[in-house]
């Protein structure tokens, strides 16, 4: 089993930036395929990037492009989400997930069978 602990959520003004973590434990963190998801009250899941088995092999939704970075380091058995330019529009619950299916994973929610408890992510205008 495969457990996901996310922390780096917070409030945060246009323009700024945060980081967040997603931690994993459990299993071998290489062969999992980490993404990031958001999810607000009134839109379901959505992708915003992911990190293949490779950590060149980034992938980004094209409202994010540009402005965030995903990342992921084998020895902390962790993956990162670094974010730039934050817009209001980008406040949302953002969850870590993981994926044994590889190399590069996918952009679809039922792809990915480990999920984190979601961290609230708000840029005020």
């Known amino acids: 089993q495969v457990q996901l602990v996310e922390s780096g959520g917070g409030l945060v003004q246009a323009g700024g930036s945060l980081r967040l973590s997603c931690a994993q434990s459990g299993r071998t963190f290489s062969t999992y395929v980490m993404a990031w998801f958001r999810q607000t009250p009134e839109k379901e899941r959505e992708f915003v990037a992911r990190?293949?088995?490779?950590?060149?092999?980034?992938y980004y939704s094209d409202s994010v492009k540009g402005r965030f970075t995903i990342s992921r380091v084998g020895d902390q058995n962790t993956a990162y989400l670094q974010m730039n330019s934050l817009k209001p529009e980008d406040t949302a619950v953002y969850y870590c997930?993981?994926?044994?299916?590889?190399?590069?994973?996918?952009?679809?929610?039922?792809?990915?069978?480990?999920w984190g408890q979601g961290t609230q992510v708000t840029v005020s205008s």
């Open positions: 997930a993981a994926a044994q299916y590889g190399p590069d994973g996918t952009t679809e929610v039922a792809d990915y069978e480990f």
């Open positions: 990190v293949g088995w490779n950590p060149s092999k980034t």
